[in-house]
T-cell receptor, first 114, second 115 residues
């Protein structure tokens, strides 16, 4: 799986958009970009994933650059409960059978400030 | 549906003792994974079951760790004998056999402290 680079920490004001960047310059054509987060004392939680198109769900939006070498996770209206470590993970996905494990990096500690 | 359940939530044991962690995956999930985060480090993969079979145990740190998944339902992770460096949070995750994106569901983890 391709390596990812994320800032160690970021702050965001409550109610504002949180934009979390991720660099994955060695990503290959079959690799997806996944975002997970870990809120303190909980297990990691899936947020969103994408291949090359921008994606949006009820939690967040994912913007992937045209060359796919970087992406940005956007939390449109951050709340205090969004304070967590956010992980950008790049991985290939088996088309059938069982899926391989996730490789977590250091992630970005997002702190939402009141 | 019930999520992934891990027991106990916390465990404090002395060096040299044995501890067994349990994970109950979501019903019907064939894939079961163990991960751990030791103090100050990243979350690391330990092993992967497909039903009762070990698919990948490349992340198991040494032979003091033994994972089982009898009958393809719940799984246990035994540490015997425990060492100080085994302290950390142990997570379990499960997913269906055919894994739609994002179908990994993690438990809340077991915090193990070896003193």
């Amino acid at each position: 799986d391709a390596k990812t680079t994320q800032p160690t920490s970021m702050d965001c004001a409550e109610g504002r958009a949180a934009n979390l960047p991720c660099n994955h310059s060695t990503i290959s054509g079959n690799e997806y970009v996944y975002w997970y987060r870990q809120i303190h004392s909980q297990g990691p939680q899936y947020i969103i994933h994408g291949l090359k198109n921008n994606e949006t769900n009820e939690m967040a939006s994912l913007i992937i650059t045209e060359d796919r070498k970087s992406s940005t996770l956007i939390l449109p209206h951050a709340t205090l409960r969004d304070t967590a470590v956010y992980y950008c993970i790049v991985r290939d996905v088996f088309s059938s059978g069982s899926a391989r494990q996730l490789t977590f990096g250091s992630g970005t500690q997002l702190t939402v400030l009141p | 549906e019930a999520g992934v359940t891990q027991f106990p939530s916390h465990s404090v044991i002395e060096k040299g003792q044995t501890v067994t962690l349990r994970c109950d995956p979501i019903s019907g999930h064939d894939n079961l994974y163990w991960y751990r985060r030791v103090m100050g480090k990243e979350i690391k993969f330990l092993l992967h079951f497909v039903k009762e079979s070990k698919q990948d145990e490349s992340g198991m740190p040494n032979n003091r760790f033994l994972a089982e998944r009898t009958g393809g339902t719940y799984s246990t992770l035994k540490v015997q004998p425990a060492e100080l460096e085994d302290s950390g949070v142990y997570f379990c995750a499960s997913s269906p056999r055919q894994v739609p994106h994002g179908s990994y569901t993690f438990g809340s983890g077991t915090r193990l402290t070896v003193v």
